[in-house]
């Protein structure tokens, strides 16, 4: 089924010479046609860039290919011309093609008398190839299009829509007849067969058009999604085009005018995207958007990108188009499935659910009570047995959201009513979800409005503003339901303890809501928060609690991977921010929550140890009293305690032990826990590392991480040579310590996981040291090299370097933070210049944030000072030009996988 362009066009004006002289060589034909091809193509390409309709491009193509087949068909065919018809099938059938599109072709041969036709149709298809036409051809008799039809949906799909281009007319009617529902799929068959086949392909894509990587074609509110509506209409009503569907009700003149404009925009996007890659691409991703968005004519502006403002464009057509998808099929559920004549249940004065599907009692609901465009949804929450809403109640709302203005806000019963349904027992993600879809919830809370479809131009979120806001609020919900405490049992507790979840839930709401004003989103959204809260009668105290959170909902995250939380002060300063232990409870569920629906690549055991550490020693530093934090010789006698313990009963001599321990400095027991001592203790108490390094790995009981000891000669320089061997196996180093021994040997501890994030699995721990050792060993540190080339996704980008340098007073060390485009080898250039400059590591937090590389360093010079300013300005220029460098030559400069 087809979309009609808006407007009238009368098809591209082809330019065409297939006609050849009398007796023209083979030769000389196929580089005429050849010609056709190229000079037609070239001149849609430059209409395209000069803005001519892609309806009529669209059309174009399909007519330039019809031509060129007739005409090699009519050189080829021979006697097969006076019997067999040649026929466009699938998208070619509808007269839609896109540069690089699937050509897809039949043969139709009648039942009987086509023997031999083997030679003439080899002869034509090689002919197209010849061409440059990549074509998919099949060839049948119209019983065996029946046959295949009867077993397969996507065959008696593709047949429905066949196109004769020549030969017997009645050839192909035949097969439509033998094809029709009075055959084989009828229409309930058929519409189950299409939703199932559409639920199964969404799946595919998680449900949402809203990655930042979509498919044009496939993902949710795409191409296909549209072209599901136009199979199951043409089954049930017979129809061609969608405009037909008007004078039947099923659809209105304003939802045609949508698939017209959303059908007409995916076809820019499509179109630009097969130009660009110069072949059949329907994936929308980062190494074309920036491309694209330039060839489609967005400029930046000033708080928003080119590519973002394409990609917003791109968001809202699919959520509407996924609006219509959805209002449509639960039309023809309740035309195909469903009975007609079944009784309504009254629920009150406005709703009634008929066939499991929620509807107004008339037409004039909503204009009579405005209210009833929230109250609708705490309906469905109240009774979740209700299978969906009514497709012409989903049209209705369309319809009617005019009536959402700022009185509509301001009405008390419409906040009684949006809190009744954040505080609802069951659904509420679900129906935030539909309020969303239905473009409700961005005309309540118009700053909501205006994050729908706003993408950021990176790798670290991967979805939508408003996509993330709702998956951070469906986190928060599940750790407040009971039935998926075996999920995250630690943060379901502390999240089911808290006396007014709602709070989170709106938290989560607001928390980026101020994304693209330009400014701080966490000010402007904590802004925008109170007043929210204030008015649907929140007291004081919780709208500043509310607040609050948005304000700081990056505090934790940064604290717990960017700071060193074995730092007293560190956990002190977290403490007095939070004040107190109820904002730390709901601090803690929101950050979990947010992390965990930014991407789904983010969250990994290692940084759910990481903020469960920070959580639990400031819920302790809390508990002291701000005013009385842990005394710094108390936490190493303790710590020291507890390590001695541990050797106790793994058995290590006390007297061996307290002799590798005269070797330890207090920053050593400071920045290490028991578990790390104990084992470290084991392994020293019988080498000497003097002689010769020492590796050893672990895998950690709690985090799901890798712990990778090498105690070795300071003079060294381990950290460049540890971080190239592992940056080169791909492995993703997040924590390094680097902890000089008083005898003259360093013990580092470094900190991995695999690439993917996943713990390393225990059959490549042995590789991995031996890999160490042989790094260590080398005489000359260039020969230690990181050769991987970084990511697709990651290229795309092109990340400003940045340098920041700040004191560390209390500890006596500079910090060095250091932000970069996320590259292979990283780690080992920063290590090289270190030693060049005769710069110590102390302490290192490596974090991967999409395709950005943001690592801060605790740095000393050799004596264990602070750098000097000559020293860092020395330091800077040498970073800037080694990473500068690793850019140039494509050997790539990260980190390795995302953290």
Sequence with gaps: MSVPAADAHNGWPLRLDLEGAPGEAPAERLRRFREVLAAESARMEQAFRDGVPVESLVAGRAALIDALLLAAWQTSAGPLAGTAALVAVGGYGRGELHPASDIDLMVLLPDSGSDGHEGAIG??????????????????????????????????????????????????????????????????????????????????????????????????????????????????????????????????????????????????????????????????????????????????????????????????????????NEMLLQLFEEAILQDPAAQPRILNARFQVRNGFLSVRDDEVFNRDPSALMEIFLVLEQNPEIRGVAAQTIGLIKRSLHLIDEEFRQNPRNQRLFMDILRAPQGVTRQLRRMNLYGVLGLYIPAFGRIVGRMQFDLFHVYTVDAHTLFVVENLRRLALPRFDHLHPEHSRIMQALPKPELAYLAGLFHDIAKGRGGDHSELGALDAEAFCLEHGLSPYEARLVAWLVRHHLVLSLTAQKKDISDPEVIAEFARLVGDETHLDHLYVLTVSDVRATNPKLWNSWKASLFHELYHQTRRALRRGLENPIDVEQLIDETQREARDLLAEALIDPVAAETVWAHFTREYFLRHQPAEIAWHTGLLAGHDCGTSPLVALKAEPVGGATAVMVCSSYELDSFARVTAVLDELGLNIVDARIVPMADGRSLDTYTVLGADGSPVAEDFIEDIAARLARGLAAEDLSRVNVTRRPPRQVRAFNTPLEIRFAEDTAAGRTVLELVAADRPGLLYRVGRVFRRYQVDVRNARIATVGERAEDVFYVTDRAGHPLSPALKEKLSGALAEALDESNGNGNGNGNGAAA
Aim: charge should be neutral; glycine fraction near 10%; include cysteine.
């Design 123 to 324: 002869g034509f298809i090689a002919l197209l190839w010849d061409i440059g036409l990549e074509v998919g051809h099949s060839v049948r008799t119209v019983e065996q299009c029946a046959a295949e039809a009867a077993r397969d949906l996507s065959v008696v799909t593709t047949l429905m829509e066949a196109r004769r281009l020549c030969g017997p007319a009645g050839l192909v009617d035949d097969m439509l007849e033998r094809i029709g529902t009075g055959h084989m799929w009828d229409s309930a068959a058929f519409f189950r067969g299409k939703v199932e086949e559409q639920q199964a392909r969404h799946h595919r894509y998680h449900d949402t058009g809203y990655n930042l990587e979509p498919n044009v074609k496939g993902s949710p509110g795409g191409l296909r999604d549209i072209q599901v509506i136009g199979w199951i209409a043409q089954r049930h009503y017979g129809t061609r085009r969608f405009e037909d569907l008007v004078p039947l009700g099923v659809l209105t003149p304003g939802q045609l005018e949508i698939f017209r404009r959303g059908l007409g925009f995916l076809w820019k996007v499509r179109w630009g995207l097969h130009l660009l890659t110069g072949r059949r691409e329907d994936r929308l991703l980062f190494d074309h958007q920036v491309r694209l968005a330039k060839l489609l004519g967005y400029e930046d502006a000033s708080f928003t990108l080119a590519v973002e403002q394409m990609m917003q464009r791109y968001y809202r057509t699919v959520m509407e188009l996924s609006r219509l």
